[in-house]
C-alpha cells in the first residue's frame, strides 16, 4: 500500500509522514524529491518545476514499483497539483495492482503563510506556489483533510483510521 500525503507547502506533509511511520509498522517514506532535485541539478534543459521532466516521473514509478515488492506500507509525502503527473506515477500503480490511498492536507492561505513562516528555512518559491496549491486542491480527487483547526496527532490518526477502513 501506498499512503499518499499530498497538499500544499508548509500544510504538514512531512511531519505528518513522520508520525504516521513511527505509528504504522513495516512502513517507509519515499521522498520524490530527492530525484527531483537530482534532475534538476543536472538535465541541460531547465524547467522551472522538476516535476515537468518526464524522467521525473518515471523515475519514480519505477522506483516505488520496486519498493511495493519490498515493504508492505510507503509513506509518500509529496506536493502534486498536476492530476497527469499523479497519474503517470500513483495511477499507473494502482493498475498494476497496488493500493494507493490519496490524502489532501488542505488549509487557507493565511495558515500555510503562517507555518511556512514558523519553519524558518522555506524558500520565496514555497511562498509562490500558496495560491496555486489552495486553487489545485479544490479540484483534485482524494481524501480531504483540512487541518487549519487540527493536530499533527489529529491528522495522523484520521489517517489511520481512513487508511484501515
Not at 35 to 50: A, C, H, S, V
Not at 121 to 128: F, G, Q, R, V
Amino acid at each position: 500500500m501506498i499512503i499518499w500525503i499530498n497538499g500544499g507547502f508548509g500544510v504538514g506533509k512531512t511531519t505528518v509522514s513522520n508520525k504516521l511511520k513511527e505509528k504504522i509498522n513495516e512502513s517507509i517514506i519515499y521522498d520524490p524529491e530527492e530525484i527531483g532535485t537530482y534532475l534538476f541539478n543536472t538535465q541541460q534543459e531547465k524547467k522551472d518545476d522538476f516535476q515537468d521532466y518526464v524522467l521525473w516521473r518515471t523515475l519514480n514509478y519505477e522506483k516505488l514499483k520496486e519498493l511495493s515488492l519490498k515493504f508492505k506500507i510507503i509513506i509518500i509525502p509529496m506536493t502534486i497539483t498536476n492530476m497527469q503527473y499523479y497519474d503517470e506515477i500513483a495511477g499507473r500503480l494502482e493498475r498494476d495492482g497496488t493500493v494507493i490511498k490519496h490524502f489532501i492536507l488542505i488549509a487557507s492561505k493565511e495558515t500555510l503563510i503562517k507555518r511556512l513562516d514558523e519553519r524558518g528555512d522555506s524558500t520565496e518559491w514555497a511562498y509562490n506556489q500558496v495560491d496555486r496549491c489552495v486553487n489545485a486542491f479544490k479540484d483534485i480527487q482524494g481524501e480531504k483533510i483540512n487541518t487549519d483547526n487540527m493536530s499533527i496527532d489529529d491528522v495522523v490518526n484520521n489517517i489511520i483510521k481512513l487508511v484501515n477502513t
